[in-house]
């Protein structure tokens, strides 16, 4: 990408952000969507992507229950790696393929809250829709022609290279032609919720159940199409046995159990990319990489130690240890190949925590079982800069 359009980009990110800090305090609030960053911009130390938007509570349909309406927009630039051939669909364990992509998205939610929980303040059940837009061109990686060690030593190739100039999107239905995509998913959401979550430290449980649908009618306006469906379950329970405060309610130090089972079955007959990116099992077992073991379903269970405190103004040093271990079978995505994968992790994360949404920090993972993509089966330890902790 041309230095220009990533500067434009960068401004408007900048410009959003601002635009967030002085929402009119009566009935919005502020709401985070994402972030992402592309590993060759300062080694993947900075964000380039951002979604965050505003919700508006000011107004109920129901007594004592929130009513809230959502709206964020997101912008960047972030790298993509894909392992699987794009022909044949087999999985190459080395030579990615690997390139650009500018997004801009936008999300509007509607969320109504049933029934008072035990913790002060919340709703028990949280039922949501919502609906999602978004373009992406997908573009040359801008450091085409640099060698990288991934599985091995090998140039970053252009697109045309690596998939042809006649692509027709077999195993990656959004590169197909000009490599843009227009693309529409509408999503239902129910939240159970049990979690008394005071930043440094949390006791509780809550579990969501999320389907999402993007038909192929809304998603093949451009070249680049998209035809598919996903079920989630994520469930997590916490407990600080730990916690000290000082007087005048400053938290100085916690130490908090926090254990995460999430299953997920995503299918049809074009997964995109970026709908591969968030439910690949190398994506949920940390210290392995997203877009591998890109199977229809997944299971994994992340267990954490956090070490939190002490507290100056929301923003708090976090030691957190984990261990995580995963299962996926079924097709790999837009293939007729089967296969099963097992993994196994266990590291430290050490971050700093910005109002309890941004952990900005390094994580440091050994892999117990499974192969790494990157560095080789030969090498059990990855490291890599992280803004968010998963849950």
Known sequence: MEKSMRKRLTILLLLLACALAVLP??????????????????????????KAGAGYNGFSLIEDRTTQIDLLVGGGYSQRKVWQNPVTGAVEDSDPVIYDTVRIDWEVRFSQGLWASPVEGKDLLTLSAGYTGRYDMNIDSFKTGSVRANGGSFPIRTLDESIGPDYMGFVYPDLRGDRQHLGTAFS??????????????????????????????????????ADYYSADFNAVGAWTPVSFTEEGGIHLFSLTLIDRLNANWTDGSEVPVYAQSSVSLGRKVRGFTTWTYNTQFTMVNNFDIRFAGPAWHSIFPRINLFFDVGYGCGDYFNTDTGGSNFLMSTGIQMTVSFFDFIDLGYQIAYLFDGYNFVDGPDESITGKFTFFLDF
Do not use: C
Not at 29 to 38: A, K, P
Not at 39 to 49: A, T, V
Not at 202 to 215: D, M, R
């Open 25 to 50: 305090a009566s009935g919005f609030e502020f709401v985070f969507g994402d972030l992402d960053q592309h590993g060759e911009i300062l080694g993947g130390f900075l964000p380039s992507y951002l």
């Open 188 to 225: 239902l959401t129910a939240r159970v919720d049990l979690m008394d979550d005071q930043k440094m430290y949390a006791n509780g449980f809550y579990t969501t159940v999320e389907f999402l649908w993007a038909p192929g009618v809304l998603n093949s306006a451009l070249d680049g199409e």
